[in-house]
């Protein structure tokens, strides 16, 4: 798979093209003019430099390099207050944990995001969007990854930036392979390697060609798909770019055994499996692994088949943990919200505006009422004109309170899940901080709250649907609303996990509410055209004690690990905090 890099800013395009094509010059040369430029060198040079450094890391399986070039953009962000050099180390971070199958990789770019939310300049939120786009490709999100590539893509043609067309349609083509629409995959693997071609990226064309290989292979092109990966892998084994020649070795394997040579193929997978576990691509190493596995298969060698497919599974559960979903999710509505914020500003921004204006105009009012009782001789005149300033302020009077209720229905919007009508991840932590802020009286019972999880929720979605899936969180909502009563606060905190939230409430009393809700979530009766036999929830309890639990973040985690414990210890089920100390 290809890893083209993107441009942040125009003191940043400099190295794009060298960081993929020969990464471990790039990094001597950058390490050279680092120590021969010492403290002298400018904050934006220095920047470029370590970006260059840090993406030709990447492409190189360099660790060293890449740890040596975030740190230093870190250092850059703090002293010089940029927060394009912060970004930079955070999107540099997240490509390398992805690729190598770390859980975190995900947040870290919606993080990095975050930190240039906002900018003005147009190449930095072209490169902005870049990154979230291709993070979401690698980490195989495509429904998210295609939004957010359609807005690099309109921000780098707006540029006429061919290169970064090149990389946006690249990563494009990777996400809808992985819907499997083949042939628009294919269709963007072109139109990727025509934007190449025009910025005169000739070995990027070639590497292209590898992606493009991938779609041949399915539309039974095995001859041709088998020329393009070995281009492909010429180029990158002498870049010494350790994934991507990893990757085309898995599309040659396949071509042949496409072709009836299954043995020859199975060596040579193989043998890639074994440079991929020496280089520790996990994230790569999962799929590479499967591959191994079908081909084992096909010549007989069963037993090898299912090891592979069990180093899969287990490489794939471990990065990939209810924990880390929820901090994902949390990121993801954090980077949307703020998305909505600005624009709520911008309402609030034209508001003050029209606030002036509106004043304006009815001091204007008054000076030609004043004027009218002077000029007795001009009252025809003057009546006309405050006839038509009076018609102009009732206008703005009404466009203003438009625009208020406008600004007042985004902000109810921001505190409420679309799916289910129910508060939001947002409005939970704005009633939590609101509960644990208050007055602490001793003798009063302790707060309690509730995490909750709809088990098997994954397979539920696999086996009847994401819209049945949908319809399950609703019918779920609908009970706990009903069920849980006041004072406690029902809130849907991402995907299938809720919170339940009980002021002055007591261990006991939550126990007991807990375990009602979960053995009336099991007796609930599904309709007739849900194709689902029984709902059970795993449930997590935790009292905010000011001890172990001293805010509202280490208050989240009791219940999570308690919540952990539940679906660990079999599901359907209710697990107490204070038992697992």
């Known amino acids: 798979m290809l890893v083209a890099v993107p441009a942040a800013a125009a003191s940043m395009d400099a190295f794009r093209e060298r960081a993929v094509t020969n990464p471990h010059s790039l990094i001597a040369s950058v390490r050279q003019q680092l120590d021969r430029a010492g403290t002298a060198l400018p904050p934006a040079r220095e920047r470029e430099l370590l ?17 040596e070039a975030t740190l230093r953009l870190d250092s850059l962000a703090a002293v010089a207050h940029d927060p394009v050099a912060a970004a930079a180390a955070g999107f540099l971070q997240a490509r390398h944990d992805i690729a190598n199958g770390i859980s975190a990789g995900l947040g870290e770019a919606l993080q990095a995001a975050n930190k240039v939310l906002g900018q003005t300049d147009p190449r930095i939120m072209a490169w902005a969007r870049y990154q979230l786009c291709d993070a979401y490709t ?35 083509g990777i996400a809808l392979a992985s819907q499997d629409k083949v042939d628009d995959a294919a269709a963007a693997y072109v139109r990727s390697r025509e934007h190449y071609a025009k910025a005169k990226a000739g070995q990027l064309v070639v590497l292209v060609g590898d992606n493009l290989a991938k779609m041949y292979l399915k539309q039974g ?11 492909s892998l010429k180029q990158e084994l002498g870049a010494g770019r350790i994934s991507d020649s990893l990757d085309s070795t898995t ?5 042949e055994a496409a072709l009836g040579q299954h043995r020859q193929a199975y060596a040579r997978m193989r043998e890639a499996v074994v440079r991929a576990r020496q280089a520790g691509i996990n994230g790569q190493l999962i799929g590479m692994l499967q591959v191994e596995s079908r081909m084992a298969e096909q010549v007989g060698d069963l037993r090898q088949a299912l090891d592979d497919e069990r180093e899969a599974s287990r490489l794939n559960d471990t990065a990939d943990t209810p924990a880390q979903r929820l901090v994902e999710t949390e990121l ?34 008054e000076r030609r009422r004043e004027q009218q009782q002077r000029q007795r001789l001009a009252n025809a005149m003057i009546a006309i004109l405050a006839g038509a300033l009076s ?34 991840r947002r409005a939970f932590q704005q009633r939590a901080s609101e ?100 709902l059970t929830i795993s449930i997590g309890v935790a009292p905010f004690d000011g001890v172990r639990c001293r805010d509202l973040s280490s208050w989240m985690r009791a219940a999570d690990l308690a919540l952990y414990a539940a679906k660990s210890g079999g599901r359907d089920r209710v697990m107490e905090s204070r038992l697992l100390d």
Request: proline share 4%.
């Open 51 to 67: 970006w260059g450094m840090g993406t030709a890391a990447i492409n190189s399986n360099d660790d060293a390099a890449l740890a």
């Open 138 to 172: 690698l980490d195989d999100k495509p429904d998210k990854a295609l939004p957010v590539c359609q807005q690099a893509l309109a921000g780098y043609r707006a540029l006429n930036d061919e290169f970064g067309m090149g990389d946006v349609e690249n990563d494009t």
């Open 221 to 231: 092109r095995a001859r041709e798909a088998m020329a393009l990966s070995q281009a």
């Open 251 to 255: 599309d040659i394997a396949l071509a």
């Open 332 to 365: 993801e509505q954090r980077y949307a919200t703020r998305e909505k914020e600005l624009r709520i500003s911008e309402l609030e921004h034209a508001n003050e505006l029209k606030d002036l204006q509106l004043r304006a105009v009815k001091a204007e009012a």
């Open 391 to 424: 018609l102009i302020v009732g206008l703005l009077v009404l466009l203003l309170r438009a625009q208020r209720r406008h600004a007042a229905e985004l902000r109810a919007q921001a505190l409420r899940d679309p799916l289910t009508g129910i508060a939001n």
């Open 435 to 534: 509960l644990l802020d208050g007055p602490h009286e001793a003798g009063i019972a302790a707060h309690v709250l509730l995490l909750i999880d709809i088990d098997h929720f994954k397979s539920i979605n696999d086996s009847i649907g994401h819209p049945q899936g949908d319809r399950v969180l609703r019918i779920l909502t609908d009970y706990l609303g009903g069920a849980v009563g006041a004072p406690c606060f029902v809130a849907r905190i991402g995907g299938e996990e809720f919170a339940v939230l009980c002021p002055r409430t007591g261990l006991a009393a939550g126990m007991r509410l807990a375990e009602r809700l979960r053995a009336g979530t099991a007796e609930l009766t599904m309709p007739d055209d849900l194709p689902l036999e029984r």
